[in-house]
């Protein structure tokens, strides 16, 4: 579980990183840069370090993407584009369900 954190956490805190700059429309200059990894690293680093266990935050994300993956993705797919292919009204219904199912787990 360590080596998997330790080599996910680089290219989860990166996009998270590019994410934040993007939202908050900063420039690519370096103060921001520092400024914004400063700031959303020494949190991350303080959560982490109060923590006793990580497998509890593992388990959380691991349910959130597994129903992202096979409920709210493909509901959403079927939903928006592929409206044209669902031949009825229920069939959209039905769709919306399962996006809202997969929500709701």
């Known amino acids: 579980v360590g080596t998997g954190v330790l080599l996910a956490l680089p290219l989860a805190f990166t996009a998270c990183r590019d994410n934040w700059m993007q939202l908050l429309n900063l420039p690519q200059r370096r ?28 388990s959380i994300g691991g349910a959130i993407f597994g129903s992202l993956i096979t409920l709210v993705i493909p509901g959403l797919i079927a939903a928006f584009a592929g409206e044209k292919l ?14 809202s199912l997969g929500f709701g787990i």
């Open 31 to 58: 103060r921001y840069f520092y400024g914004v990894t400063f700031g959303l690293f020494v949190p991350i680093i303080v959560l982490a370090c109060l923590a006793e266990s990580i497998g509890p935050v593992n």
């Open 86 to 99: 669902l031949e009825s009204r229920l069939e959209q219904k039905l769709q919306w369900a399962i996006v």
